[in-house]
């Protein structure tokens, strides 16, 4: 099975084009690929294919052979492999995804793509888009008990959930304790993406992840989106901002439209062959 290794701000993942590499079992095949020591090493599977309603189609798996609806990282690679490699005639197109249509437009230096400005759609506060049994419209500060420790939360839907909590100290969180016990909490009967969040101005923050699936990661697209949206619904920042991630940067903007824009780099590493 051929495949190619890509990355937005070191959140990786294996992507195969399965209209030339057709593909069975992808849950296993995650999670073999996935695999840092026995297996290609990456924070999941990408499916690319065609698509009868936009350019391209996206199919994601996370490292543990979960299926998640979007992946805001995965995308830019997406668009960057599609351009790269003539599978569009330009610089803009659509891609579908388990989250719905979304709409990229790539930047191209020396010929290639090195960045992609993606439209994410428009945020859902709804809790029942999460979803949750906390009964209540939205999760706007919501108090949160784990593992002794109290915590707000604001929650977001990106297309996929996540758990935006705010802190004065990231270095002190323990997010491989902390991660887990929150994406897995009975209240969220489909787990969620946990990030914790420093404000650093009312224009930058930074931020530690916890992936729905995949655990730690160095970036999260979807999650700093919803960063925005969450920082801005608190009045703790502006609606247009820089997330700082493990990995690098992120520029987000929740615009006038309530529509959410994301813009960073997509890399290619290497491609390879992939023993069945």
């Avoid at 529509?259 to 992939?274: C, I, L, N, Q, R």
Wanted: glycine fraction near 10%; charged fraction near 25%; proline fraction near 4%.
């Amino acid at each position: 099975m051929k495949f190619t290794k890509m990355h937005g701000l070191g959140n990786d993942y294996v992507f195969v084009d399965v209209s030339s590499e057709p593909v069975q079992q992808m849950a296993d095949l995650a999670h073999r690929v996935s695999d840092r020591h026995l297996g290609i090493g990456s924070d999941g599977l990408i499916l690319i294919g065609p698509s009868e309603v936009a350019d391209v189609r996206m199919e994601m798996y996370n490292a543990d052979g979960s299926r998640a609806q979007m992946c805001g990282n995965g995308i830019r690679c997406v668009a960057k492999y599609a351009v790269d490699r003539g599978r569009v005639s330009g610089p803009e197109l659509t891609i579908e995804t388990d989250a719905g249509i979304k709409h990229a437009r790539c930047e191209l230096e020396g010929g290639a793509v090195s960045a992609v400005r993606i439209d994410m759609g428009k945020p859902s506060l709804a809790a029942s888009d999460l979803p949750t049994t906390v009964d209540r419209d939205r999760l706007i500060e919501h108090p949160l008990r784990v593992n002794g420790e109290a915590f707000h939360m604001t929650c977001v839907s990106m297309g996929n959930p996540h758990a935006v909590i705010f802190v004065d100290k990231l270095h002190t969180v323990d997010l491989v304790t902390l991660g887990p016990l929150i994406e897995c909490a009975d209240i969220f009967p489909e787990r969620i993406n946990v990030h914790f969040v420093r404000v650093d101005a009312s224009d930058r923050v930074t931020v530690r992840t916890w992936e729905r699936g995949s655990g730690a990661t160095r970036a999260c697209g979807t999650g700093a989106c919803a960063v925005c949206v969450a920082s801005a619904e608190t009045q703790r920042t502006g609606r247009r901002i820089t997330t700082v991630l493990p990995g690098g940067e992120l520029q987000i903007d929740w615009a006038g439209d309530d529509h959410v824009y994301m813009t960073g780099p997509a890399v290619e590493a290497f491609s390879g062959d992939w023993p069945r």
